[in-house]
C-alpha cells in the first residue's frame, strides 16, 4: 500500500534520531503527546515518532479502514468471518436501554437478564443465604475454567482484591495437572464449597477433566450421591446441553452467547466468581469503565483516539524497526496477573499468519506479549531491555494512589514504588551517553559498559487510583488495540484454528500412554519420548 510505503520512506529518514533530540525540538512533547479517556491519563510522548509519524499512521488506518471494520463489529456484522460470528463484547456493558441487533434481534435484555440472575445469586452467596448440601452457607469459591474462562476472573480478582469480601475464599482451578485442584480443595471444607464451571462449550478436556473430579471429590467429602450436586455446582456456558448431561441443573446456569469470544469474555457471566468477590455494583461499576472506553473509541476524532493510537503505534514497531515483542509493566502488586491476561487477549487475537482471505502475510502481525509488575522486572530482566540488543516497547502503568485500607505504614512505600515507575521511563527514553559517564569519573575502559544508549520507546498510563471502573478501561483499551492492529493487518482477530492442532494430537496420544496401544504414526521423536516416558511411569 502506498500508505505503508511512504511509512517505510519516513522511517529512513528518522534514522536514529534521538529521543533526546525529539524533546530538545519541542519543549511542549510532554504535554502536547498526552491523552485522557475517562480516568486514564496517556503520555506517548516518549515514543520514536513525530507529528508526520502519527498523520502517517493514521492515513494508514484510513486507507486499511480500521474504522469502517470497526463500526461494523459495533453493529454486530459478522465480523469474526471463519466462524461466522459477530464480536459483540461491547454489547456486555452496553447499557439498558442501548438496542444492538445480532440477527434481528436485541441482544441488550438478554445481557442485562443475566447480569440481573448473576447479581441475585452472587447476593445470595454473599449474604450466606445460599446454603449447601448440608445446610452450611458457602464460604469457598473455586471457578474451574481455562483460557477465557480462567485468566479474566483470575486475574481481576487479584487486581480488585482490596474490593473483595474478605470473608470469602476465592480461587481459581485450570490446569489439567491434577496438582491444581489438589492444592485449591485440599484446605476446604466441601460443604462450604461452591465450584463455579466455567467453560463457553463446555467440552473442553481440560476443564470437563477437573470438574468431573471435583464432583468425586465433593460427593465423597460429603458421602453425597449426586443430589448435592445441584448446591454446589453452577455452570457459566452457551451450551445448556452439555450442562445438563454433565448433571447440572440448567437453573444454576448463566448463559452467555457465541458472539462473546473467550478471551472477550471475563465482563459476561463468565466474570459470576468476581461478581460474588466485589459483589454486583461494583462489578456495574467496572462495566460502566468498560462502556467509557467502548464509547471514546467508537466516537473520538482519530487524533484523540486512545486505542487507535496504541494500536498504530505496535504496527509501527513491528513493521518498521523489526520489534519482536511487547512488554507490559505494571507498578502495582494487584495486576500481577494483568499481563498473563492480556497474552492471551492480544496473542491468541493477533497470532496469526494469513489475512482475511486466507493470504500468507508478508508484514509482523502480533508481538510476543509479556511482563511481570515493574519493580521485580528491574532487578530480572530490565537489564535486557536497557542494555540488550533488542527493541521492546513497553507500557508503564501506575497509580497515584495506594489502593484503599493498605496500613497506613505500609502507604509510604507507594512514592518509592512510583519514583522506580517515573525513572524507568526515563532511564529507557534519554540513557546516559559516555560524556556523562566520563563526568563522574569512570574508568574509560568501563565507559562503554556504564553507557545507556536510550531511545527505548514506553507509553505510560497513569490513573489517580485502580479501581473497578479504571480496570474496565484498561482492559476496554487493550481489547480495541488489539482490535485496531488485527484491521490494520487484515486479520481475522477472533477465531484461534491455532490452538486446535495440539487438542486433536493429545487425544491420540493419551491412549499409547496409558494402554501402549496405538501410536504406529507418531514420528521417531515423539515415539521415543513417549517409550521413555511409559518406562519411567513403571508401564
Ligand atoms: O483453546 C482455546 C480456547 O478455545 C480459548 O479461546 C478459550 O478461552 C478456552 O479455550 C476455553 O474454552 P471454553 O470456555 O469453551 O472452555
Known sequence: MPEWAALGKHREQLADTHLRELFAADADRGSRFTLQVGDLHLDYSKHLVTDETLALLRELAAATDVAGLRDAMFRGEKINITEKRAVLHTALRAPRDAVIDVDGENVVPAVHAVLGKMGAFSERIRSGSWTGHTGKPIKNVVNIGIGGSDLGPAMAYEVLRSYTARDLTFRFVSNVDGADLHEAVRDLDAAETLFIIASKTFTTIETITNATSAR???LDELKAGQEAVAKHFVALSTNAEKVDEFGIDTANMFEFWDWVGGRYSYDSAIGLSLMIAIGPDRFREMLDGFHLVDEHFRTAPPEENAPL???????????FFDAQSHAVLPYSHYLSKFT????????????????????RVDWQTGPVVWGTPGTNGQHAYYQLIHQGTKIIPADFIGFAQPVPGLQPGLVAQHDLLMANFFAQTQALAFGKTPDEVREEGVAEELVP???????HPTTTILAKELTPSVLGQLIALYEHKVFVQGAVWNIDSFDQWGVELGKVLAKRIEPVLTEGTGGEELDSSTAALVAAYRTLRGR
Open 449 to 455: 559498559h556504564k553507557t545507556f544508549v536510550g531511545n
Open 216 to 218: 468425586t471429590w465433593l
Open 309 to 319: 493510537l496504541l494500536g498504530l503505534l505496535g504496527v509501527w514497531y513491528g513493521g
Open 340 to 359: 498473563a491476561y492480556l497474552q492471551q487477549l492480544d496473542m491468541e487475537s493477533n497470532g496469526k499468519s494469513v489475512d482475511r482471505d486466507g493470504n
